[in-house]
């Protein structure tokens, strides 16, 4: 596979590593009341699902730079590329 | 039809005309008591079970393809019991038992060969890992040897032992464990069960659960609605997609694992190798391939063929260990598509919907698993509570902390 940076250009899947749904990004809130069932669903439960799949990857012998990766799990063609950064200021992560 | 060599002679002398399918191809009843969704290995031991040690009657079989086409036909083939932790190592012990008594039980040639597997060592931390484990092994009954460089230079000359990076300092070694033709463990279990009156439905996929009221009441499928009083799903791989019917999500990722065979060779490889430094485990068929495999690729995906870093890395690893491999050439490499669980251990259990049973997340070490595996899920179908072996196996053990965690990874696939 080959995954198109944003920044870098089309570099080998090899270079990165992979993390898993971009659902990780969504850390839920440590002070709220249920904090313990949903830590157990961001921690443990997965869509999995067979198709698009919108997830993180790592360049870790590159610029090292996290990037959210839209890619189809049944074909893996991946169709979009953006800095995990820029993807968390979309959710309004803040950073 | 009874197999026998007593058949074979008669059949020999008739001209193989008695011969007839091992299966039937039945049409599916409106309803089931039980419905296996799956007609994998793990399935049609399921099934079998049911029939045989737990008396049901009234079971189907629902495959979307045709049996034994998913994971049971591409794996490696090996069988072992070598694991540490207390969820785990009885529940294998129990499987590696039922695979020794295998053939004579549903009278079919699964060529169970029980030609011992090597776990090399390379480092004094790892040796000490590997005498815990084989101590654990021994309390729970199963057979280890710790063996060292020397005996191992006795039995495989061919390894490279004084490799300056990964040198070969000893070994764990389980004499039991071995290899078995993988398709015939599907048939012989399908052909068991179809003896014993269980419906094995082919080309008949399933679409949709119907649940009503929080109760399952039967399958969707291709060709239409089955009723059940019991749904099991039992599709390792796809496991996600099935439970997504039920609006379940799973601590389970889907990821491919590769697995590949050379050329026909003559007899070099006595029993099974794994190597300790990477990830590389490599037996030799009977029809001389060298079979082999290593770690997954890594990322998610349905697609059953991986990517080409992960085939350099595991014939790196196999070069590391067995030098001699690198003039045999690679003849077939195929994927299959794995439950990743967050901890590396399958699960065997009710749902919180009435009827409604899973079975998956068997990573991607679910053949040797398979006998265990059905007793186990025959034993939850029919009796509503789990095997003394497999009450680990848990669905909520990830809410409530109790992982079997055998890697000491933690919640993430890819590295178990």
């Known amino acids: ?95 | 039809m009874h197999f026998s060599g007593f058949k074979v002679i008669k059949e020999a002398l008739m001209g193989h005309k008695g011969w007839g399918p091992q299966w039937r191809n039945p049409e599916p009843k409106p309803h089931y008591d039980i419905i296996i969704i799956g007609g994998g290995g793990h399935g049609l031991a399921t099934a079998y079970y049911l029939a045989k040690e737990f008396g049901q009657k009234n079971i189907a079989v629902l495959e979307k393809g045709w049996i034994g086409g998913g994971n049971v036909g591409r794996n490696t083939t090996i069988i072992r019991s070598n694991y540490l932790l207390d969820g785990n190592e009885p529940f294998y012990e129990f499987s590696l038992k039922l695979w020794e008594g295998l053939e004579q039980d549903f009278n079919y040639n699964a060529m169970v060969s029980q030609r011992g597997i090597l776990n090399l060592i390379h480092s004094d931390a790892q040796r000490d890992a590997f005498i815990r484990r084989g101590n654990a092994m021994i309390l729970n009954g199963a057979d280890a040897e710790y063996l060292t460089a020397d005996q191992i230079r006795a039995e495989n000359p061919f390894l490279n032992f004084d490799d300056a990076r990964f040198p070969i300092k000893g070994g764990l070694a389980q004499r039991r464990g071995g290899t078995v033709r993988h398709d015939a463990v599907a048939w012989g279990y399908a052909r068991g069960a179809d003896q014993r009156g269980v419906d094995i439905i082919q080309n008949c996929e399933v679409t949709g659960l119907r649940i009503e009221n929080g109760v399952c009441k039967g399958v969707e499928t291709s060709r239409g609605f089955i009723g059940a009083n019991k749904v099991g799903s039992c599709v390792a791989g796809s496991s996600s997609r099935i439970m997504a019917h039920a609006n379940i999500r799973l601590p389970i990722e889907s990821h491919v694992l590769q697995a590949f065979v050379s050329e026909g060779l003559k007899p070099v490889i006595p029993g099974v190798i794994t190597f300790g430094a990477g990830h590389f485990y490599v037996s030799q068929s009977d029809k001389g391939g060298l079979v082999f495999g290593g770690d997954i690729d890594g990322y998610n995906t349905y697609a059953q063929r991986g990517n080409l870093p992960t085939v350099e890395d595991v014939c790196e690893s196999g070069m590391a260990i067995m030098p001699m491999i690198g003039r045999a050439r690679l003849l077939r490499m195929w994927g299959g598509v794995m439950d990743m669980s967050m901890d590396g251990s399958p699960i065997i259990d009710k749902t919180h919907i009435d009827g409604l049973y899973f079975n998956g997340g068997w990573c991607y070490g679910g053949f040797k698993a398979t006998p265990a595996s059905g007793w186990c899920y025959a034993h939850l179908l029919a009796k509503d509570e789990p095997h003394e072996v497999a009450t680990a196996y848990r669905l909520d053990r990830f809410r409530r902390g109790y992982m079997i965690d055998e890697k000491g990874v933690g919640a993430q696939p890819n590295l178990h």
Do not use: C
Request: charged fraction near 25%; avoid cysteine; hydrophobic fraction near 35%.
């Open chain 1, 1 to 95: 596979m080959i995954i198109n940076h944003p920044i870098l250009g089309p570099r080998d899947a090899a270079e990165f590593t992979y993390l898993g749904d971009v659902s990780l990004l969504n850390r839920p809130d440590w002070q709220a009341i249920d904090a313990a069932e949903q830590f157990y669903e961001y921690q443990y439960l997965r869509e999995n699902p067979a198709g698009e799949h919108r997830e993180l990857w790592y360049h870790e012998q590159g610029d090292r730079s996290w990037l959210v990766v839209t890619r189809n799990t049944l074909t893996h063609a991946i169709s979009k590329v953006e800095m995990a950064s820029d993807a968390a200021r979309a959710r309004g992560n803040g950073k």
